[in-house]
Structures are given as structure tokens and as C-alpha cells.
């Protein structure tokens, strides 16, 4: 337990303070025992003196210091062999990347606490200010509350209705002292916790400087700590989230319009000011007086260096399964053979599949011949394109009520079957209507090759927007909106790189077999490491493995391919938007003779929806089939198919009293082991991300 005095003196005695606003006391981080750790290397900026900048416009937080050494330091696992990263045997396997990788590895080095230092602390308010009104929701884990209160302002009119976020300072230090490059993280498999709550502090402190922020993104009042408490105090939006509000019905496409206006236009400012959120759905997504609020920054990271240059590039599949692109599941093994097809570049970056059926972007070495093999580095993403996808699925979601899919991946039937049709027929297929403008933005922010998708500028910018952007668009007519979408079709993803030829892969040189897979997870499921040690997570889910098969294809970035026509038969069903309400709870136990709970129960304290929605997670990470979700009864059906056998469970959450919950696993049909087997899985997921299990 941190005294608020002890810690207040930390942070008026941190190295790195600036004044960014005089009237506050800044939490910044530099040398020194401070809330931060005992000089966190990764949160001081190249010349080692964490100076924080006026504006991300010109960043002054770089990994070229400790950061880069660490990483220098770090060890890839490559097969059952170990390889310092810095050491030329590295590249023995590989000497046709090493140029590429030595040219591109800056923006492959990230610095995931470079917010840390942004984060500002106003030490003139006190909790005695504010009168809670009503509990809202836990988050952060069960680590904090979400509370409605009064906030007695000195100096204001009238008492304002605000939003508490109040978390425990152990979590929001939960970072301190780990490493930065998230690179280093994935390949090392070390632990960091994806939700930062500190960064959030940081980009909330950054963006209530700016004069010209949008209405569109949730404001900030001020951040103070009080006791072992920090309070985050938010404008109080009544209209409650996205998700909510589609639950009354189908939205009128004038409504639709409006509110993905005003997300595009939350979502470009935050990438004109070097942002990229990185969790963006309809859930953090809210309403203050029927407009948009974007919110919820705790994955949050920079896209651009201070000179500018190439986006950097992240490795983590954060954000919610629904919305990640799917260039974001990268491998754990660093680089893959491929056989470089007609049209590709050399040195230029390329999509491929990987055997286990993942989509990844490469970095082809400058070398490379068309026609000849090549071993080409896996190059991360860049997470502004990610966000742009997100938004198109945002656009999906609220125009049909259902999600596309359940993950971006090619072992999803759903994904699979628009990867070969287009979104448009499965609209058609799920009997959804759409204009021709708004399925134009959807098709163009759905392009499975990021480098094809359209940017949120353009987006911000569509001509179905004109009337909201004043009559301007940059645009006009059917011939223009063809321009703009640059040959997109309703027959598919025209211009994408999936409708171009598939080359042949050689598995020469990878490793055999999936090296990180206890043997006991699912048949094809390269998210079951749970049994490697805890630094195999970040973002709640272990990457995909490369393993092996037969082959594999690498799309090139040619020139569109207009009105492809595909024929596919068999739509896939509609998808139920699985998600449990927040704030909501299960029944208590029932109370007739001779009621028993199954042997596989386990017990949990906490929000029930949190640990619900965690459960639903788990099973579509395992690729479960989902076949219904009770939010009454609170419980999950599922049918699983894995090395152990096929079995459909179904999940009930009960109420034992206070904050205790019974968590039941039932065999319905199948194997018994499987059951077994799942039950155990899903306890230790629910731990890993700090959900106590008894």
C-alpha cells in the first residue's frame, strides 16, 4: 500500500517533469525511485533526459537508447534451437534478409510506455470533491471500479455529473520495468499487460491539450490520486455504449451514417496526431446526447517516429477478436521460404499464408528473384490500417446486427467464404440491404491486404458523407465514387491481393511441428500454449505457429483486378453478436432438493459479465463453434473438436451471493476428456488475466 503523500512526493520529484500545464503536477518517468520503477530505461528519450513534448507531432521518445539494447539482447526461438538476435548465426539461416533487416529494423522497434511520460496528474483535486451517485461496472480486471458521481468544482457554476474510473495504482503500474519494444515481447514470449492504463492516462492527458479536438472522442477532465486509488475523471456519456443501443432494433441508414461519420472523424484525428488505437468497436464506442464518443485508450500506440518516415510496426493481435485485421496474427518464428511470384518487388512487402492458414505481411529481402525461393522476415502491421478495418467492421455490426465473422482467419468458415465471395454477397446471402455509397466505404476499409485498404482520411472524406462534410466531398458521381474506391466491386474485394494467383512455398529450413503446443489442445488450435510459461501472452491470446503442411501461398501487391465475379455456394449463417451485458448478473443457484453443482466447477469473485465475456473469448479463441448464448440465463453452448474428441459443453454462470459466482462446465455429448480438458483450460485463461479462481 502507496500512501498519497509518499506518492505524491515521488511524482513532484521524477526527473522527467515538464510543464506542460503549471497548474499540475505531472506523473512523468525517469531515473530515480519513482512510481515508475527504479529508472525504467524504456520511458526516457534518447538523450536519457525523458523530456516530454509539447505536441506527438514531434516525438521526442525514442527506443535508441536502453531499449534497443535490451532488445539487442533479447532471444528468438527458432525450432528446439536458441539464437541471440544480434549474432550473425541468426542470419545463417537466412542470408538473404540480412540487408532488409538491418535497413528496416527501426521501425520494427517500437516503444509501447512512450505515453507513460504524458501522463499528468493534477494535484489541487481530492476525492472529497466528488459524491458517488451509483456503481457502474467493474474493469480493469476486478483492480477497478467505474462509479457515476457529483463533482463539487471549486470556482464552477454548478456541480458536474462525471465518470470516475478508479484503479488501484498497482495496476496501473502493472508495466513498469517490462519491456517496451513489443516486438522483443512477442519474440521472447514475455509478459506485458496489453491494457495500459497508464498509457490511457497519457493519450487522455495529450488529447484534452489540444484546442481542436472533436466532440467525437471522450473528454477528460483531469486525472489525481487519492489514497492507493488513481482517479480518471470522464465525461458523463448517458446514452451508454454502441452495442446497447443497436440492441433496440435495426438502424436506419440516415443514423448509420451519422454515427460512422462521426467515428471516421474521431479515428483520423487520432492518426493525424501519430495515434493508433487499437481497440476500436461498437463497445468503446459511446453516446453523449446521441453522438459519438470514442473511448477506451488503454492499447494505444504511436504510429510514426518524430522525422516521420514508415509507419512502425506492432506484433501483438490486441483488440477484440471481431475487429483485428488479419495481418495481425504473426507467427512466433521470425521468418518463413517462400517462392516469390510474378509481379513482386524486391525488398517491397507482400502478403502470405502461412500452412496453418494465417495472413501475414513479409518483407521480401532486395534480393529477391521472381521465381526463385527466398526466406522473407515477417514484417508486423501497421496498426492505422487495423483501426481501419475495425471501423468497417463497426460499419458491418451496425448495419446488420450481427458480426462478419469471428476472427479474420482462414480456419474461420465465415472468413473464409469472403475471403473467396465479398462482403456484398454475404450481405446479399444474410438478406441485408445497403446503398451503393456505404457498401463502398464498407468494401474499402474491409480489403484483407492492408497496404489496399483505404486510409480514415479518405475515409473521413467519402462521398457518403458529403452532406454531413458540408456539401464537400473530394468526389462527385458514380465515375468518381469508382475513382475513389479505386475499382471496388459489390462482386468481391476487387483490387485485392487474394484474387490474384496463389505461388507454392517450400518448408525447407522451418522448424517441424508446433514447437510451443503441449499436445493436449485442440486439433489445429495454435492458441493453446497455455502449459509454455506466463511470458508466452500479450493481448490474452498466444500467436498462431507456423507447424507444418503442404503449402502455403504469398499474394503480391499488383493492380486491381475489376468486377471479378465469384460463385460460392453454401452462405455461411448469421453470427450472433455474443457478448454479455455490462452490469448484468446470472441467477442464483437453484434452490430445488437435491440440486448439485458438476464436479467441473470452479468458483470466482468479481463482475459476472467481465468473466462471461473472458469465457467467450476462450472458446472462440479454441475456434468453438458457438451455438447459442443466453444473456437470461447467463450460459454458453459450444460444440469443440480436438485431439481428445469432439464434445459439446455448456458454460453456466451462477450467483452464490455478494460477489461469488459458480462457474459450471456440462458435457452434453462427446468425450468426456474433452470436457475435462477444456475445463482446465479455460480456469488457467481466466488466471492469466488476473481473474481469481478457487
Known sequence: MIGEGAMQQDWTNASCQSQLLA????????????????GDAYSTTASGDGTVPSSLGGFSTQNTGSSQASYATAVASIGNERFDSTSSDLYAKAPEVREANVETASVRDTDLNYFHCVATFDAAISAGQFVKI????????????????????AGACHDQIVVVKRVRVERVNANKGKEANERVVHYARSY?????????????????????????????????????????????????????ALQNGKLEEQQLKVWMFQLCQATAYLHRHSIAHR?????????????????????????????????????APVGKPYYT???????????????????AHPGGVALAGTPAGYLCQVLLPKDAVVGQECVADFYGYVPAANDVFACGICLFIMATGAPPWRRALLTDPHFSWVRKAGIAKLLAAW????????????ESMLRMDPLQRSTMERCAVHPWFASLNGGHSDLVGDAALLQWGEGVSTTGFSGDAYCLPEASRSADGLPAGNFYNSGEGFQGDFYSGMDGPPGSLIGGALSPQLGDAPSCFIDKMGPSVSNREVCVEGSPAPISLERFAAGSSPPSLPSVPGF??????????????EVGNLLLEFLLERRAAITKVSGKKFAIKADLEGDAGAC???????????????????????HATALHLVFRKAAEYLRQRNVRIE
Open 23 to 38: 497548474s499540475q503536477v505531472e506523473l512523468l518517468c525517469g531515473a530515480g525511485d519513482d512510481v515508475f520503477g527504479n
Open 648 to 670: 459439446t459443453v455448456k458454460v453456466r454462470l451462477y450467483h452464490q451471493g455478494g460477489d461469488r459466482y459458480a462457474i459450471q462446465f456440462q458435457r452434453r455429448n462427446g
Open 325 to 343: 485485421g488479419p495481418e495481425c496474427y504473426v507467427p512466433f518464428e521470425t521468418s518463413m521460404r517462400v517462392q516469390v511470384p510474378a509481379g
Open 192 to 244: 506485458r499487460d496489453t491494457e495500459d492504463c497508464l498509457a490511457e492516462l497519457g493519450v487522455y492527458s495529450y488529447l484534452r491539450q489540444q484546442a481542436d479536438l472533436p466532440e467525437y472522442i471522450l473528454k477528460m477532465h483531469t486525472i489525481f490520486q487519492a489514497d492507493s486509488d488513481v482517479w480518471l475523471v470522464l465525461e458523463n456519456a448517458e446514452g451508454g455504449d454502441l452495442f446497447n
Open 596 to 609: 448439485q453443482l458438476e464436479p467441473t466447477t470452479f468458483h470466482t469473485a468479481g463482475a459476472a459479465s
Open 279 to 315: 481497440d476500436i468497436s461498437v463497445e468503446n464506442v459511446l453516446l453523449c446526447g446521441g453522438v459519438v464518443r470514442l473511448m477506451d485508450f488503454g492499447q494505444a500506440v504511436r504510429t510514426h517516429r518524430p522525422s516521420g518516415g514508415e509507419p512502425l510496426r506492432y506484433y
Open 134 to 153: 451509483k456503481g457502474l461496472s467493474d474493469c480493469c480486471r476486478n483492480d477497478g471500479k467505474v462509479e457515476l458521481h457529483r463533482w463539487e468544482s
Open 431 to 442: 438478406k441485408k440491404s445497403l446503398s451503393i455509397l456505404p457498401m463502398n466505404l464498407m
